[in-house]
C-alpha cells in the first residue's frame, strides 16, 4: 500500500519564524516528491519539486529529502499570513507512476 | 503562458441529475488528469490520458462516471446520475508528459459541484 502521511494540522505559527511542514511515506523507491500550496477555496498550485537527498531552497522555502528515513519537510523561513494555507506533500514511486497525495497540513500564520 | 481552464466554476445539480465539466490543459500538455477533491481530503485520481488514451482509470466509478479527450487536447468529464456524495471539487490538471519522474502537474481552478 503505498500510502503518504501529513499531520492534519492547526499548524499555528507566529509571524516571521519558520513554519516547519512534514511528510512521511511508506513506498521506500519512492522517486519525486512534490509540495503544493492550496489556499481554501483554490486550487493547488506547485511550490517546490525535489529529487535526490538533501534540501533545495527556493527563496523563502526550503525543501528536504531524507530517502533513508521516507521522509520530506518543507521549511517556510519568515513565515508571513499569505502563508496561510493547505500544504499538500505527493509523491510519484517510480517514473511511470500517479502522484500519490497526502490529506495536507493546514497552516496559520499569526500576525 | 495561459493556464489550466476549467467551465463551469460552480454547479449545483439535484441526485439522479447529470453533468459535465470541461478542461482545457496548457497547450503542448500531453497528459490529462481529472481530481476529485472532498474537503478536508488530498486529490483522488480519476483518470489519466496521455494524448487522447487512457493510462490509468482505476478509481473512476464507471458506472455512472465517464471522461473522454477524443482529439487530445481538452476533455470533459461526466456524471449521470449524480449521488449526493459526488459533492466535491473536480479538479483538472496537466503535464508535458514527460518519462523520468520530473513531469510536473499543473492544476485548473476546479470546479465545485453541490449535489442536493
Known amino acids: 500500500q503505498k500510502e503518504v502521511e501529513q499531520n492534519s494540522g492547526p499548524l499555528s505559527v507566529p509571524e516571521g519564524a519558520i513554519a516547519s511542514l512534514n511528510c512521511t511515506y511508506s513506498?521506500?523507491?519512492?522517486?519525486?516528491f512534490f509540495w503544493y500550496r492550496q489556499y481554501s477555496g483554490k486550487s493547488p498550485e506547485l511550490i517546490m519539486s525535489?529529487?535526490s537527498n538533501g534540501d533545495k531552497e527556493d527563496g523563502r522555502f526550503t525543501a528536504q529529502l531524507n530517502k533513508a528515513s521516507q521522509y520530506v519537510s518543507l521549511l517556510i523561513r519568515d513565515s508571513q499570513p499569505s502563508d496561510s494555507a493547505t500544504y499538500l506533500c505527493a509523491l510519484r514511486p517510480n517514473s511511470n507512476y500517479q502522484l500519490i497525495w497526502g490529506a495536507g497540513t493546514k497552516l496559520i500564520i499569526k500576525p | 503562458e495561459a493556464g489550466v481552464a476549467q467551465s463551469p466554476r460552480y454547479k449545483i445539480i439535484e441526485k439522479r441529475q447529470s453533468v459535465a465539466f470541461w478542461c482545457n490543459p496548457i497547450s503542448g500538455h500531453a497528459t490529462l488528469y481529472w481530481y476529485q477533491q472532498i474537503l478536508g481530503q488530498g486529490p483522488k485520481l480519476l483518470i489519466q490520458?496521455?494524448?487522447?488514451?487512457?493510462?490509468?482509470d482505476s478509481q473512476l466509478p464507471k458506472d455512472r462516471f465517464s471522461a473522454e479527450r477524443l482529439k487530445g487536447v481538452d476533455s470533459t468529464l461526466k456524471i449521470q446520475p449524480a449521488k449526493l456524495e459526488d459533492s466535491a471539487v473536480y479538479l483538472c490538471?496537466?503535464?508535458?508528459?514527460?518519462?523520468?519522474?520530473?513531469?510536473?502537474?499543473?492544476f485548473g481552478p476546479g470546479t465545485r459541484l453541490t449535489v442536493l
Open positions: 490520458f496521455q494524448n487522447n488514451g487512457v493510462v490509468d
Open positions: 513506498d521506500r523507491g519512492s522517486q519525486s
Open positions: 525535489i529529487y
Open positions: 490538471a496537466s503535464s508535458l508528459g514527460v518519462s523520468g519522474g520530473t513531469d510536473t502537474q499543473y
